[in-house]
């Protein structure tokens, strides 16, 4: 549920990127730093290159401007490579206001944007969250590569409850600030609906 500050006028929504490996949750990430972050942040904080980068989520706090006077912020999150820490997955899909599917076109990694989808529904369903009524977006990535799964196939396979799709490049912030920009009204939405 996202955290409604009335007093400081800004309202937080924790927001967690899935997807198979390699599939582009940083490269998303990294281009919306570049494109939207405050820039007091550290770049170095949140991003480290070394070997156990896969291990740990990666975190990004981006402001959003402001709707109504108030301030939105957005507290973004990736998934680590699944099934590593069961503690901190727990944790990461805890208070969870939206969630953005970075999937693979690439045709060989369609079997690993299947698993990952239901192994998402499985945690949603854990934190009591349905997966048909949550608010959600879904990115096609890599649509620059040669050979790529189109994107109606894409949607019939994993876009079960419809819910809005972008065909992204992220190496080239293609389609990026869309997607994002898309959950965070739905998720806008839900608010003001409660
Ligand atoms: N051609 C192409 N390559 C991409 C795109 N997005 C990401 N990549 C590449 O795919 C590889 C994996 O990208 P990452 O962003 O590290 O993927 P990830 O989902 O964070 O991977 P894990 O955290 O290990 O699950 C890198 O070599 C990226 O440069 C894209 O849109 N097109
Ligand atoms: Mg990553």
Not at 71 to 89: A, C, F, M, N
Not at 131 to 149: G, I, T
Request: aromatic share 12%.
């Amino acid at each position: 549920m996202a955290l409604v500050n009335h007093e400081t006028k800004d309202i937080h929504c924790k927001i967690l990127y899935v997807g198979p490996n390699l599939s582009g949750k940083t490269t998303t990430m990294r281009a919306l730093y570049k494109e939207l972050s405050e820039k007091t942040l550290s770049h170095d904080l949140f991003f480290e290159d070394t070997e156990a980068q896969d291990k740990y989520f990666e975190f990004l706090p981006l402001s959003l401007g402001d709707v109504n006077s108030y301030q939105i912020k957005l507290h973004l999150y990736s998934r680590p490579y699944w099934g590593v820490y069961d503690t901190l997955e727990g944790l990461l899909f805890q208070n969870l206001d939206g969630l953005v599917y970075v999937f693979d076109s690439d045709p060989l990694a369609m079997d690993d944007n299947i698993n990952e989808l239901s192994d998402v529904r499985e945690r949603l369903d854990d934190k009591g969250l349905d997966a048909s009524n949550f608010p959600q977006v879904f990115q096609y990535n890599k649509q620059d590569l040669l050979r790529k799964l189109p994107t109606g196939l894409l949607n019939l396979e994993l876009n079960t409850y419809r819910y809005p799709f972008f065909e992204t490049v992220a190496t080239k912030s293609v389609g990026v600030k869309e997607s994002l920009t898309s959950l965070a009204k739905q998720i806008l939405s839900q608010i003001k609906s409660e």
